[in-house]
């Protein structure tokens, strides 16, 4: 395959699907790992993509997020596994926030802590919450089209009300500045109550979201564990994230 048509494979690739891995552009062209790399740092020169750790996405504005049904297809191999160790810190008796989003959604039915109560602003999590038998409590407000969550004064009024032993957030971005960061400001101020209202908390991103930043911050590393995935691509940056915040990746 001649190079403009291979990066003509990997931008259809991307248009198709928003975000890939190295692995399915090698497979895609049939190219070797190094010349899918030189071909990503070239189309990014361009600026018709953004490299991310393991892969790349079409470029997009910081206020820009991806919607649920984009989101479920995709790293849902890194979710499940971050999903797992999240849920690994569920205890007997706790009491638990888990925020809208397809990794928080995938620690539930990994739970095996008795007797657990569930808080969440997230329409995906109350299904999957009730289907394992969890206590469900709902945040109300406005749901959101795009990620299905309940924000907005409503939202932010009933979760001052909670107090949590635990709390479980997606993020939009990782950054070693910037901190978690996700699109929507009223989005934001629901997770940064949450990480407020708990003992502990805890983010759940899959390693494309690192040394990445969206519009808004709720929230510095310090305040919460990050759980991740690591792979070669990613070993250096978990390493500068670890001198400033606790770390927990499982290898993919």
């Given at each position: 395959?001649?190079?403009?048509?291979?990066?003509?494979?990997?931008?259809?690739?991307?248009?198709?699907?928003?975000?890939?891995?190295?692995?399915?552009?090698?497979?895609?062209?049939?190219?070797?790992?190094?010349?899918?790399?030189?071909?990503?740092?070239?189309?990014?020169?361009?600026?018709?993509?953004?490299?991310?750790?393991?892969?790349?996405?079409?470029?997009?504005?910081?206020?820009?997020?991806?919607?649920?049904?984009?989101?479920?297809?995709?790293f849902t191999k890194e979710k499940?596994?971050?999903?797992?160790?999240?849920?690994?810190?569920?205890?007997?008796?706790?009491?638990?926030?888990?925020?809208?989003?397809?990794?928080?959604?995938?620690?539930?039915?990994?739970?095996?802590?008795?007797?657990?109560?569930?808080?969440?602003?997230?329409?995906?999590?109350?299904?999957?919450?009730?289907?394992?038998?969890?206590?469900?409590?709902?945040?109300?407000?406005?749901?959101?089209?795009?990620?299905?969550?309940?924000?907005?004064?409503?939202?932010?009024?009933?979760?001052?009300?909670?107090?949590?032993?635990?709390?479980?957030?997606?993020?939009?971005?990782?950054?070693?500045?910037?901190?978690?960061?996700?699109?929507?400001?009223?989005?934001?101020?629901?997770?940064?109550?949450?990480?407020?209202?708990?003992?502990?908390?805890?983010?759940?991103?899959?390693?494309?979201?690192?040394?990445?930043?969206?519009?808004?911050?709720?929230?510095?590393?310090?305040?919460?564990?990050?759980?991740?995935?690591?792979?070669?691509?990613?070993?250096?940056?978990?390493?500068?994230?670890?001198?400033?915040?606790?770390?927990?990746?499982?290898?993919?």
């Amino acid at each position: 395959m001649l190079t403009f048509e291979r990066q003509h494979a990997i931008l259809n690739l991307l248009q198709k699907q928003k975000i890939a891995k190295i692995a399915e552009l090698i497979d895609a062209t049939g190219a070797s790992e190094s010349t899918i790399r030189r071909d990503l740092s070239e189309l990014e020169r361009q600026q018709k993509l953004k490299r991310i750790h393991g892969g790349a996405s079409l470029p997009s504005r910081k206020s820009d997020e991806p919607g649920m049904s984009e989101k479920i297809t995709a790293f849902t191999k890194e979710k499940e596994r971050i999903g797992a160790l999240a849920a690994s810190y569920v205890e007997d008796n706790d009491s638990i926030y888990i925020d809208a989003g397809t990794s928080t959604e995938a620690m539930i039915s990994k739970i095996t802590a008795k007797n657990v109560t569930i808080v969440t602003n997230g329409l995906n999590i109350i299904n999957t919450s009730i289907q394992h038998d969890f206590y469900t409590y709902v945040l109300g407000g406005y749901v959101k089209t795009g990620t299905h969550a309940f924000i907005g004064k409503a939202a932010a009024e009933a979760m001052q009300k909670y107090r949590f032993d635990k709390a479980f957030l997606g993020t939009n971005g990782v950054d070693l500045t910037f901190g978690y960061s996700t699109p929507d400001p009223e989005e934001a101020y629901i997770k940064e109550l949450a990480i407020r209202e708990s003992q502990q908390a805890f983010i759940l991103a899959d390693s494309s979201k690192l040394d990445q930043t969206s519009f808004t911050c709720f929230g510095s590393l310090k305040d919460a564990t990050l759980l991740t995935d690591s792979n070669k691509d990613t070993l250096e940056y978990l390493h500068k994230l670890a001198e400033q915040t606790s770390v927990e990746a499982v290898k993919i």
